[in-house]
């Protein structure tokens, strides 16, 4: 599978995930999907993320840079399993 549409496959479905959900508890919903998912450190990733942020982003935003940022290691781990 082409690592970009999996990434966005898995984007989708964190953000499905979170629809319910506002703030940092949305953030979590994301590294729990993601997490499912099989990324290998997701509160870690989460919570450094959501930390970094210096107000410069609204929550919706670092929701969905989260989601991204653990979907794109997700699908790289994913290829690189494809090709051993």
Known sequence: ?????RANEL???AMKAAENETGYEAAKKVGEYMA???HPHASYTR???WNGRNGEFTDEEMIKE???RMA????EN???AEEE
């Open 36 to 38: 499912e998912q099989g």
């Open 11 to 13: 984007v989708v479905e």
């Open 78 to 80: 994913e290829m690189l």
């Open 1 to 5: 599978m082409d690592m970009y549409k």
């Open 72 to 75: 794109s290691l997700i699908a």
């Open 47 to 49: 919570d450094e993320i």
């Open 66 to 68: 989260i989601a991204e």
